[in-house]
């Protein structure tokens, strides 16, 4: 249907048969760390979402990625892009004066 | 085309009305309307004219035609380089629109009244001083709704202590108007409970009835990648599907944009602090830099009126930018 990457929640854990890199991130008024994060066309990817104080969210609408990240949890989103190009994302959880300012860009490379 | 006498004959005006004359620029809504048929853009020194009608209503009751002020993103509280002159931006749009040929019926301000703060006692004190300044309106029909900055942080509770309730409904003149809380959740959704009160609000109202629904965000995907957008906005553009004549009125994008999602007309309004890009047109969703040289510019308000069948409305888009660039207006 034209998505460029698949999205899931993860299950309690992957098959241990098939390791996939995980990328962990946390979010933290008013930033995500890392904001730029790297990945490769059919390569899957966990992306591990931790929050550093309260509540938060992300979503890179154009990967169809939509997650809340609770404070004190974790949130597991696993991806497989199928398309190269550059995709922001930010938080969508409001959560003070420098909301608006809380992004980042997923790069996938061919 | 526009015309080039527009600001003085505007500014003129607003000077007659504040000293209780009238001049030969004050023209009649009937000779506005014609304007409108000769020209893109028409200027607002004849907005709203003097004559009063009395039209049918479709349930057969008579009305006056009437037109009512948008206000939007206010962000009463804001400081910084995206407008130096944020203490004074709300005021002057307060005399603005005191200066307006004639009232309107009621001012609604489409949310972000105050800009947010984590200091709970701080977002009072905000939003304290925004009624006190909007109670310098000489029109003192207001009609408020929470953007994500006034009510996010604490679900709209101090919002609720100030303004009332966060959703509700009215009637005026033959119109129905449902006011929406799609910020309240700070993940942006309206939820079961409000869209269930949104059906039976509207189960009562004919099909062929004129709606107007005010609320803060898009209720469409306007852009998604920059949080324009309400997270279950798709189900309440599904249920104002079954009506016939609604039309939605929003701020948070902080510019003038129209669209329409089957035969529903979704406008925003500029803000009156910053404007923010066209969506999707640079990479960042970051404020139009202050233009010293050009105070106020992408700033302003606007007025909808009424066509008789109350089956249209005729948006007038007013500048505070202090080079008075005109009102245009146009019908939709």
């Known amino acids: 249907m034209g998505a460029l990457l698949l999205a899931a929640l993860l299950a309690a854990s992957a098959p241990e048969s098939t390791p996939e890199r995980v990328v962990v991130i946390t979010a933290k008024k008013f930033d995500f760390t890392p904001a730029a994060i790297e990945l490769k066309v059919g390569v899957p990817v966990v992306l591990e979402l931790h929050s550093g104080d309260r509540k938060h969210g992300f979503t890179a609408p154009d990967l169809k990625v939509d997650a809340a990240i609770e404070a004190g949890g974790v949130t597991r989103v696993r991806i497989v892009p199928d398309k190269a190009g550059t995709f922001e994302f930010h938080c969508n959880v409001f959560c003070g004066s420098g909301h608006e300012e809380m992004t980042g860009q997923i790069v996938v490379t061919p | ?332």
């Open chain 2, 1 to 332: 085309m526009r015309d080039p006498d527009g600001p003085r004959l505007f500014l003129a005006e607003c000077r007659q009305r504040r000293s209780g004359h009238r001049g030969m620029t004050t023209k009649t809504r009937r000779e506005f309307i014609q304007l409108l048929g000769v020209g893109g853009a028409v200027f607002a020194s004849g907005l709203a004219g003097a004559c009063s009608r009395n039209i049918r209503l479709p349930g057969g009751e008579a009305a006056d035609d009437f037109f009512f002020v948008q206000l939007s993103d206010t962000h009463w509280g804001f400081k910084g380089p995206p407008n130096p002159d944020a203490a004074n931006t709300l005021r002057e749009a307060v005399a603005a629109v005191n200066a307006l040929p004639h009232d309107p019926d009621f001012v609604v301000f489409t949310g972000d009244l105050t800009h947010t703060t984590d200091d709970d006692a701080e977002r009072r004190r905000r939003m304290q001083e925004f009624k006190g300044i909007v109670g310098e309106l000489r029109v003192k029909t207001h009609r408020f709704m929470p953007g994500e900055h006034d009510a996010s942080l604490d679900r709209g509770k101090a919002y609720e202590e100030n303004f009332g309730a966060t959703h509700y409904s009215f009637d005026h003149k033959g119109v129905h108007f449902a006011v929406l809380d799609n910020v309240s959740d700070p993940a942006a959704a309206i939820g079961d409970a409000q869209l269930d009160w949104l059906h039976r609000d509207l189960t009562p109202i004919k099909p062929d009835a004129p709606i107007v629904v005010f609320t803060h965000r898009p209720l469409f995907d306007l852009y998604p990648q920059w949080d324009w957008a309400t997270k279950d906005g798709a189900r309440a553009i599904d249920l104002l599907q079954h009506w016939k004549n609604v039309t939605v009125f929003y701020g948070h994008i902080h510019q003038e944009h129209h669209f329409t999602t089957g035969q529903i007309a979704h406008h925003a309004a500029k803000s009156l602090i910053f404007p923010l890009p066209p969506p999707g047109s640079q990479p960042k969703r970051a404020p139009v830099p202050w233009d010293p040289a050009h105070p106020g510019r992408g700033l302003g308000f606007r007025d909808a009126a009424t066509d008789e069948a109350r089956a249209n409305w005729r948006l007038t888009e007013h500048s505070v930018e202090r080079t008075a660039m005109p009102a245009a207006a146009r019908a939709y």
